[in-house]
């Protein structure tokens, strides 16, 4: 047995962070779905990438300008949201055989809304009844404006992957948007046993931040992430077993399950799949870049200690950060607002790609 489908023993979804429409037409998507992989993310940096570099999608623009189709935004989402609904098809029978437990793809809302709740919400509402389809979610950055739009979302029935989210204040928001949806779809007599939710809690990012105010000799470099993470799984298991959770549950509720995002290594100094090994639990999502996904099936190992939400030791290692002056408040806060201007530049370039693209297909 590969250690894909070891680690998918080990109640770990395995999700794919890219989606470009080679990946689709050459059949390697296929094969990451027939080797285990279950469900893909995309963003405006991973479209942007995959349009920008590619000649595939040349032909629909050409075609959509041709059409009278102009305004690059919508060009963008004729192509892109065509991708998902590949993706969608290749990922229905994972979607079916959980009962609707894994088996999705996201697609994001464009970063200009990011901090626009009534923006938000009306464009997310838009994809989703485009789409139509009942395994893909609609990403939401989790930003001030982000939480409540989650939560009418949820209410609506929008299955949301909520992004963006590094710090533990936030998390217990989101959830608490998640729950408070639901309630309101309950109140109303609405079926509640088919909205999906993960929420996506980014981590390679915190120790590229952390280890910069740490010393260099510091045995503490290195742990944020995995700490912050664990701490963030300890808050799941915290929030979606207590009588709140329950009689939601009762009605067949579907807990917000936890995602594990940017978990490429981005310090060499690391191992290549410390962000997956040190992250392993039942009902969990990791969500890979290809290159990590290919190291762990080569080299990692699936029966890595699982988080236990009982130990202790992850108060330790934080209040130990705290103790050095580490303002993990601060490097959070950071974090949201540099991924989503990371975000918006990807976007920007993703439309000027796109003008210049259907400009010189139209002469």
């Not at 437990?101 to 809302?109: A, L, M, N, P, Q």
């Not at 290919?294 to 103790?323: K, Q």
């Amino acid at each position: 047995m590969t250690r894909l489908r070891r680690l998918q023993q080990a109640g770990v979804s395995i999700w794919l962070d890219t989606l470009s429409r080679d990946l689709l037409d050459t059949g390697d998507f296929q094969r990451l779905v027939d080797r285990g992989v279950t469900g893909a993310t995309s963003n405006p940096t991973i479209f942007a990438v995959a349009i920008t570099r590619a000649a595939a999608y040349d032909g629909q623009l050409a075609d959509l300008a041709a059409r009278g189709i102009n305004d690059p935004r919508e060009l963008f989402f004729a192509v892109a949201l065509d991708d998902v609904r590949a993706a969608a098809a290749q990922l229905r029978p994972a979607y079916d055989q959980t009962g609707g437990r894994d088996g999705y793809v996201s697609f994001e809302c464009t970063p200009d809304v990011a901090d626009d709740t009534t923006a938000t919400v009306e464009q997310a509402w838009d994809l989703w009844t485009r789409l139509n389809l009942p395994n893909v979610m609609i990403k939401v950055p989790a930003t001030p404006a982000g939480v409540p739009a989650v939560e009418e979302l949820t209410a609506r029935g929008v299955n949301v992957n909520i992004t963006l989210l590094f710090a533990l204040p936030r998390y217990h928001q989101v959830i608490n948007a998640y729950i408070n949806g639901l309630r309101r779809r309950a109140q109303r007599g609405d079926p509640i046993d088919r909205v999906a939710s993960v929420a996506s809690f980014f981590v390679s990012r915190v120790d590229t931040k952390a280890d910069a105010d740490l010393p260099a000799e510091s045995p503490l470099r290195g742990t944020a992430a995995i700490t912050n993470a664990r701490l963030a799984y300890r808050l799941h298991q915290q929030q979606f077993n207590g009588p709140r959770w329950q009689s939601l549950a009762a009605d067949g509720a579907r807990s917000q399950r936890p995602l594990w995002a940017s978990t490429g290594t981005k310090n060499p100094a690391y191992s290549d799949v410390r962000y997956i090994e040190g992250l392993i639990a039942a009902g969990v999502v990791n969500t890979m870049p290809l290159a990590t996904l290919e190291a762990f099936d080569h080299h990692g190992n699936p029966e890595a200690p699982p988080i236990d939400p009982s130990d202790t030791a992850d108060n330790r290692t934080a209040a130990a950060l705290r103790a050095t002056g580490l303002d993990l408040d601060r490097i959070t806060a950071d974090l949201e607002r540099e991924g989503v201007q990371a975000f918006a530049r990807s976007y920007h370039q993703l439309i000027t790609c796109i003008q210049d693209k259907t400009y010189a297909l139209t002469r």
